[in-house]
């Protein structure tokens, strides 16, 4: 079966701190591996991973796949207290051919303190 | 961008009731999904769709039906509703491949009493 598992659970740091977010993975038929930040509403795509060992940078977040071990991290350097949120990780899966579809972890709730 | 719109943000139904939830992007894209989202449980597959009039079952469809009559548009249908399928229910939609990712809607939290 299918699994992503993502920890902690849940995170309280203070403004400034340096977080990882860590996502690891067993799934047949892996495409890629994504990250969503979720405030109140819609995911809100961060980034796509399909190689590994390639880092991809947004800003204070970054973030690297590691397909050999299974897993992939985020970080956030210098956090704010605009990055609380929950964090999702999701892996795509293919299915029938070229076509895909999303299995998430259950999220990392990160919380910043001023 | 890509617009996933969610036609009702607060839902409450009755038990027993039949609740239609739709979805309608906007890009013209083939593939669209419905997850549900509790806590402590994440983001669980419900149903999705890959062409007009095709769906297959996700991670837990029971208890639920889906309809794709046209390509932008992916209803919902809780047959009967049980107050165990009060959660909050996101749609979302992805080109061919998913090469450019998925977007979401905004979801609908559903209460059944």
């Known amino acids: 079966e299918d699994k992503v598992v993502q920890s902690p659970l849940s995170l309280v740091v203070h403004e400034g701190d340096t977080v990882t977010l860590n996502c690891s993975y067993e799934?047949?038929?892996?495409?890629?591996l994504l990250w969503y930040k979720q405030e109140k509403k819609a995911p809100t795509f961060l980034f796509m991973l399909?190689?590994?060992?390639i880092e991809k940078k947004s800003g204070r977040l970054s973030s690297i796949l590691d397909k050999k071990e299974l897993f992939s991290i985020l970080n956030i350097t210098a956090t704010q207290t605009g990055d609380s949120a929950v964090y999702l990780c999701?892996?795509?899966?293919?299915?029938?051919?070229?076509?895909?579809?999303?299995?998430f972890g259950k999220g990392t709730k990160l919380s910043v303190k001023p | 961008d890509v617009k996933v719109t969610q036609s009702s943000r607060y839902l409450v139904k009755r038990t027993g009731e039949k609740v239609f939830l739709e979805c309608v992007q906007d890009?013209?894209?083939?593939?669209m999904f419905w997850y549900r989202q509790d806590p402590g449980l994440g983001l669980r597959l419900i149903y999705f769709?890959?062409?007009?009039?095709?769906?297959e079952k996700g991670d837990i469809p029971e208890g639920y039906s889906v309809s794709r009559e046209k390509k932008e548009r992916f209803s919902l249908i809780l047959e009967s509703a049980s107050t165990n399928q009060t959660s909050m229910y996101l749609c979302?939609?992805?080109?061919?491949?998913?090469?450019?990712?998925?977007?979401f809607g905004s979801g609908t939290r559903l209460t059944v009493v």
């Open positions: 979302a939609s992805s080109s061919l491949a998913g090469y450019y990712g998925y977007t």
């Open positions: 799934v047949t038929n892996f495409r890629s």
């Open positions: 399909t190689s590994s060992g």
């Open positions: 999701a892996v795509d899966r293919y299915y029938g051919g070229s076509q895909g579809n999303l299995i």
């Open positions: 890009m013209d894209h083939e593939n």
């Open positions: 769709s890959y062409d007009v009039k095709m769906k």
